[in-house]
């Protein structure tokens, strides 16, 4: 250990090994901010491995086993009461990486360039902050090695809405196909692999197993994470092929792994190892108090996120950065769903809804736009105001494009039928049906797959209430039959002492 904090060697690193290094996140899409403070680019020999640092093969991660869950280990949490306790969270890595330990004098190059740019080190501290104690307790429950949770430093530069031009997304760079392993579901309103707690848990079985595979070699795991276990098995057993009677490592099949790969494991403790140091290396790491950061708050029904930030007294930024899942500005139509809130303001939200169950009077819609539709006729279809529809979808203008996916947000009394209706198996409208409906003239343009969209219905019901085949040509002034327009649900109310028309007319339609 010592060695490595000795005067640093005369040997200075190539330009592709200093961009190398920046690889946390110089695989990231161009939407999404790097730190690289070295200001290199890469010429085209150098294109294909830089453009493979922070992407892992698509194939080669699909390849490896079935991965099933492990139960955590006992917890060796320590708290504020208990001695050895470290109030810094990065004081609690000091002398507790056996992985960079065990393997000094092997990345004493990657050190250099980490000591040289302390500015990328720093600013990825101050993104870890929400995260880093929770990651680094699960890690802890497992019994794995602490510098696990630095991991995210390599992959995303802890930035959980990065996304890799293979397509990985979150903190721990899962791609589609991995994610899906895991159960990360993955759709319009929602991309697990985003999710804080649910990525970390996946991650963290991955590793568990890959460990498992691997003979229990750490650094083995840590190359497949990367490589898939596939590639790292054919390095392997062609050292063994050549060395029967030796036993295979990280560092002697290295020169057998993908570039990407080879850089992958020595970055991670070079990471780990200027951290421990941090004070030696006046290293300005973001303080991290030792303690949770997040509360999770679970709710059944669809909620605005911009109101569970009103309500928990939290800015909108930081609803954002801790539920990085939700693809919407709110959570899915169905539920149940977890909220990340602060923990000193996980309890401040959770009185606010107890007390105003109005909250969750209104759901909403995906709504896609059909030819011929504009902002006015489809804020008009839902009986919602345009700039309610712009506010929610972050829309800069009138402009509504043809396929298009748009948030609507749907009165809570209509919801109920309007899922339901969703869901109904075109089966069932066979049946002789007794209620609402709804004849609609067909206009120039208009197809079967634009009018069952625009009644919240499928194609296959459209066809089936008017005797159509699903690909019928339709003719201009034809009149169709239509069952399925929640918005013209009736709905019962009784006149309360004091209701005037205008407060029915908030209550039961929603107004901006």
């Given at each position: ?407 609507i947000p749907l009165p809570s009394q209509y919801s109920e039928v309007f899922h339901k209706i969703r869901t109904t198996p075109a089966a069932a409208t066979t049946q002789t049906y007794a209620g609402l409906k709804t004849i ?73």
């Open positions: 250990m010592k060695r490595l904090l000795t005067p640093r060697p005369t040997l200075k690193l190539s330009l592709i090994t200093l961009s190398i290094l920046l690889s946390g996140c110089a695989g990231l899409e161009q939407t999404v901010k790097t730190d690289d403070p070295s200001g290199f680019s890469s010429n085209d020999s150098q294109t294909e491995s830089l453009h493979s640092l922070q992407t892992r093969s698509h194939q080669s991660r699909l390849n490896t086993p079935d991965i099933t869950h492990e139960n955590p280990l006992l917890s060796t949490i320590l708290s504020e009461n208990d001695r050895g306790y470290q109030p810094t969270l990065w004081d609690e890595f000091n002398n507790q990486l056996p992985l960079t330990a065990e393997n000094a004098g092997r990345y004493e190059p990657y050190i250099d360039f980490y000591r040289d740019n302390t500015k990328h080190l720093s600013q990825v501290s101050e993104r870890a902050r929400p995260y880093l104690h929770y990651i680094l307790s699960e890690v802890k429950k497992r019994k794995m090695p602490y510098e696990i949770a630095l991991l995210p430093i390599i992959e995303s530069a802890f930035q959980p809405e990065a996304r890799s031009h293979m397509s990985a997304a979150g903190l721990w760079q899962f791609i589609p196909g991995t994610g899906d392993l895991y159960n990360l579901d993955q759709n319009w309103w929602y991309d697990g692999r985003q999710d804080v707690i649910k990525s970390t848990q996946a991650a963290l079985d991955y590793l568990q197993k890959l460990h498992q595979l691997n003979n229990n070699d750490w650094l083995l795991a840590l190359a497949s994470y990367n490589a898939g276990f596939g590639n790292i098995q054919k390095a392997v057993k062609k050292y063994q092929d050549k060395n029967p009677n030796s036993l295979a490592t990280f560092w002697n099949v290295r020169d057998d792994l993908p570039k990407e790969t080879q850089n992958y494991v020595p970055k991670l403790l070079a990471v780990s190892h200027s951290i421990s140091h941090y004070k030696e290396f006046n290293l300005e790491l973001e303080p991290i108090d030792n303690r949770p950061f997040f509360s999770e708050v679970r709710l059944s029904k669809p909620i605005s996120l911009s109101k569970v930030a009103q309500l928990s007294q939290v800015s909108n930024e930081m609803i954002t950065q801790l539920n990085p899942g939700f693809l919407r500005p709110t959570t899915p139509p169905t539920g149940p769903h977890n909220i990340l809130l602060p923990s000193k303001n996980a309890a401040i939200f959770q009185t606010a809804i107890a007390q105003d169950k109005s909250t969750f009077n209104i759901e909403w819609a995906k709504h896609a736009v059909s030819n011929g539709e504009s902002l006015k006729s489809i804020a008009k279809k839902y009986h919602v105001s345009e700039q309610v529809i712009k506010q929610l979808n972050n829309m800069k203008n009138q402009n509504v494009a043809l396929g298009s996916q748009l948030l609609h003239t067909v206009a120039p343009g208009e197809s079967m797959w634009s009018i069952a969209n625009n009644y919240n219905t499928e194609v296959a019901h459209l066809s089936s209430w008017n005797n159509l085949g699903s690909k019928s040509a339709l003719k201009a002034g034809q009149k169709l039959e239509i069952r399925s327009n929640p918005l013209s649900y009736k709905v019962n109310h009784q006149v309360k002492k004091g209701e005037t028309l205008a407060s029915l007319a908030k209550n039961l339609m929603y107004r901006p």
